[in-house]
C-alpha cells in the first residue's frame, strides 16, 4: 500500500519560508506524479504545485508561482515544496499525493489516488 508522510509545516510570520516534505515508505516516489495540494477552511482544496513522473514537467497556481518550489531528491524519496514569501492567505492544511505516471491532469485532485495526512501550515504574525 502506498504511504505518504508530510512534514515540514508550522506557524510562521508573513514574508517567512517553509520547507514542507513529503516521504513515502515501501515505494519510489520517481515513478510517480507528486502534488501539492491545500485546503483552508471553508475552501475548496487547489492544486498547489505538481510534478510529473515522465518529463519533470511542473505546475505551479498562479497564487504561488516565484514564491514556491517544487522539486524531487530521489536518493531519498521525498518531494519538497519549498515556500517562500509567505502570505496569511497560504494559511491551510497542505497535502501530498500521488498519480499514476500516465496522468492528464498534472494538478487536478481527481487524478490523484494516494494520498498523505495533512500538515497546517498557519502564517500570521
Known amino acids: 500500500q502506498v504511504q505518504l508522510v508530510e512534514s515540514g509545516g508550522g506557524l510562521v510570520q508573513p514574508g517567512g519560508s517553509l520547507r514542507l516534505s513529503c516521504a513515502a515508505s515501501r515505494f519510489t516516489l520517481d515513478y510517480y506524479a507528486i502534488g501539492w495540494f491545500r485546503q483552508a477552511p471553508g475552501k475548496e482544496r487547489e492544486g498547489v504545485s505538481c510534478i510529473s513522473s515522465s518529463d519533470g514537467s511542473t505546475y505551479y497556481a498562479d497564487s504561488v508561482k516565484g514564491r514556491f518550489t517544487i522539486s524531487r531528491d530521489n536518493a531519498k524519496n521525498t518531494v519538497y515544496l519549498q515556500m517562500n514569501s509567505l502570505k496569511p492567505e497560504d494559511t491551510a492544511v497542505y497535502y501530498c499525493?500521488?498519480?499514476?505516471?500516465?496522468?492528464?491532469?498534472?494538478?487536478?485532485?481527481?487524478?490523484?489516488?494516494?494520498w498523505g495526512q495533512g500538515t497546517q501550515v498557519t502564517v500570521s504574525s
Open positions: 499525493a500521488a498519480a499514476v505516471p500516465s496522468v492528464i491532469r498534472l494538478c487536478v485532485d481527481d487524478e490523484y489516488e494516494y
